[in-house]
C-alpha cells in the first residue's frame, strides 16, 4: 500500500487534535550524506575491469551534499511536521590520452517527501534542547547514465540513458537546537537512514542495469550529518 496514504491521514489528523500549535518553524538543512549504492558501485567496478585499456575510476558513489526545507507545527512535548529532501552522488571511470577518450559517468539524484516527528526536547544547557526525531517517505530516484569513446577522430560509443526509481525509507536520529535569537535558532543533525522496497532502476522502455544480483536498484541508506537553520513564529 502507498505509504503517504497510510501516513498522510495520521498526520491531518494530529493537526485537527492540535488546531491551535503553540509554534509554527521553518527550516532548511544541508550536511553531507552516506550512501551505499553496493549494487551501482559494483557495476562500475564490473564496467572497469572489463576495459582492455588502462582507466582510472575518479569516484564510485562517495558522500555528497544534501538539502532539506522543512515545515513544523511545534508543541510543547513534539513537533510534527513536512520535509523535502535532495540527495546525489555518482561515478565516474575515465581515460585519455593522444589516441583517444574513454568515459563512463553516472549521477543520481533523490527527491524524498517525507512526514517528520520529533519528541521530548529535552533542555541540556540554557539554551540548547536535545530531540530524538523520526522520518520517513518516499524516495524517487533519477539516475543518468553516460558512456563515450572515441579513437582518434572516430566514435565507437556515444550513448546516454535515464532510469528511474521509487523506494521508500525510514530516518531516525539526534538534533541539538540552539536559539541564537528570540525567534531565530540553530540545530546540529545526526541520522541513520533505511531504504526499504523492491523497485529497480529502470528506464521508460523497461530497460535496466544488470548487478551482481540480477536487476541494479539504489540505496539511499547511510549516515546524514546536517546543520538547520530554522525560524520560528511567533
Known sequence: MHIIKILLPIFLGLFCSFAYPQK??????SGIGTYEMNELKWVTSSVYDGLP??????????PFLYYKPSFLLSFSKFSIGLQ???YSTGSRISSKDYSGEYLFNTKIKGI?????????????????????????????????????????DTEITNETYNFTSK?????SGLKAEYGIYKFISVELNSSYAV?????????KEGMTISGNRGAARPNWSGFRFGISFVITYP
Open 24 to 29: 509554527i518553524k521553518l527550516g532548511f538543512q
Open 53 to 62: 585499456f588502462q582507466a582510472k575510476i575518479i569516484s564510485n558513489y562517495p
Open 84 to 86: 523535502l529532501s535532495k
Open 112 to 152: 524524498a517527501p517525507s512526514i517528520y516527528f520529533d519528541f521530548g526536547h529535552f533542555p541540556v544547557l540554557k539554551k540548547i534542547r536535545l530531540s530524538p526525531f523520526i522520518e520517513t517517505g518516499i524516495i524517487y530516484s533519477k539516475l543518468e547514465l553516460k558512456e563515450f569513446f572515441y579513437i582518434y
Open 167 to 171: 523506494n521508500y525509507y525510514v530516518e
Open 195 to 203: 531504504q526499504f522496497g523492491k523497485k529497480n532502476l529502470e528506464t
